[in-house]
């Protein structure tokens, strides 16, 4: 039986992807596959993968036209045959002992989704300094070690702005996945704000760990340091109107937890609204004009 599946998007990644698969390769819990999504790379990074998978039958390779991240990881769910999933970025790696230590944690409490923490290390001095904001963003301390629901944790993590939208820092079950049509969001950046939401959301069973397993680089050129701009803005703003029409399906009567969709969705506003500041209302205007009259409708609805 598969335990995990480990899903690893690769698009011109050369200069990391050898240190992330074998990260990958290295872990303890050996009953896992490595489905490693060929998203249309232009430099060698699928010759290292291949010489690696030569040697070991848990690499899987999928080839496909580019289509960005989200139809990259789409199509490794899609693949996948673990009873978790993991998703990998190739330029980060993770701790040998990461899925042995998560997989008997939510086989043993019965999760729907097990969070973990992430250290920080950057390319170079200039970079660091340049994104101090990074160096303990992910790492949030020892205290929502039981077992609750999704929204419970949800809020007790955004209610002291510690909630972290990141697919790395998580291993949701594939049947959660599944049987709630989760998957990410298609042809925008920061999918992975709406994805987390609905995962967390949809979870009946959910703890999070402190360790930080995950070993993310802050690098040059990567959608977490490049600059701003309406592809940015219009990934926050999609989200959000996707958000609400995810959230009509459950009627929450918490304050807590209504407060925290309430400020996550000011959180997304924000970085939407801070993405576009240089930008005149024509240049946005015209941006926004080559996506059907729905999605304008919906991006205009949410005050870009």
Known sequence: MIKVSVIIPIYNVEKYI?????????QTLR??????VNDGTKDGSMEIVRRYAENDGRIIIINKENGGPSSTRNAGIRKAQGEYVYFLDADDYIADNTLEVLYEEAKRENLDNIYFDAESFFEDEGLEAQHKGYKDYYRRPSMFEEVISGPELFAKMENLHLFRPSPCLQMPKRSMLLDNNILFY???????????????????????????????????????TGGMGFRKSYGYYISISEF????????????????????????????????VRDMSLEEIDENLSVYPMETQIAVSYTHL
Request: a positive charge; hydrophobic letters at 40%; one cysteine or more.
């Open 186 to 224: 298609e042809g925008i950046l920061h999918e992975d704000n709406l994805f987390s939401l609905q995962a967390i959301f949809c979870a009946k069973r959910v703890k999070h760990t402190a360790t930080p397993f995950y070993k993310r680089r802050v690098r040059e050129d990567s959608i977490m």
């Open 18 to 26: 050898e240190e992330c698969l074998v990260s990958a390769m290295n």
């Open 31 to 36: 009953d896992i596959e490595i489905i490693c």
């Open 244 to 275: 609400n029409k995810f959230l009509k399906q459950f009627d929450f009567q918490d304050t807590e937890i209504i407060k925290a969709i309430r400020h996550r969705c000011y959180v997304m506003q924000s970085n939407a609204a801070k993405a």
